[in-house]
């Protein structure tokens, strides 16, 4: 019926079989950006908001939500993951998230990957909500994933 790996022959939803498939080496990077008013990025910067450390806590949060990725998202696959990182620039205007996850095993990590970019993109905004309510999150993407059988990707 479809080339879509989570539809049977009947169009219905199902979570992929991957018994069969040996164990790689996984990894994804994804990121996105949050822009912000200057005041708004000084105090993301320096710590100085009136919930603190809001960089930490992005991370955790994106550590974390990346290791919840197949309680979030239907028919991911829960995985148990080697690595995740969550990193941070700052832009004239925005914090810029980059994360990393990868693991050795049957399925990949895309989606822990942009799980753990976007919730670290929205605990920024929960902690500098008391700024600015209009930020920005923006351009949320997958920017490479290297192992398993399609072999490795790269955004143009």
């Not at 199902?14 to 069969?20: K, L, P």
């Not at 059988?149 to 143009?156: P, Q």
């Given at each position: ?12 939803a ?7 498939k ?126 398993g ?8």
């Open positions: 019926m479809s080339n879509l790996t989570h539809l049977d022959d009947k169009g219905a199902r979570m992929v079989d991957v018994g069969g040996p164990e790689t080496v996984r990894s994804a990077t994804a990121a996105g950006r949050i822009r912000m008013a200057p005041a708004t990025l000084e105090a993301v910067k320096n710590g100085s908001g009136p919930k603190g450390d809001v960089l930490s806590a992005a991370r955790i949060a994106g550590i974390m939500a990346a290791k919840k990725t197949g309680e979030l998202i239907p028919l991911c696959h829960p995985l148990t993951l080697d690595t995740v990182t969550v990193d941070f620039a700052f832009t004239e205007d925005a914090v810029e998230v980059t994360a990393r996850a990868a693991l050795t095993g049957k399925t990949g990590v895309e989606m822990e990957a942009l799980t753990a970019a976007s919730i670290a993109l929205l605990t920024l905004y929960d902690m500098a909500k008391a700024l600015e309510k209009g930020m920005v999150i923006e351009h949320v993407r997958l920017l490479e994933k290297t192992g059988k399609s072999g490795d990707w790269r955004a143009k």
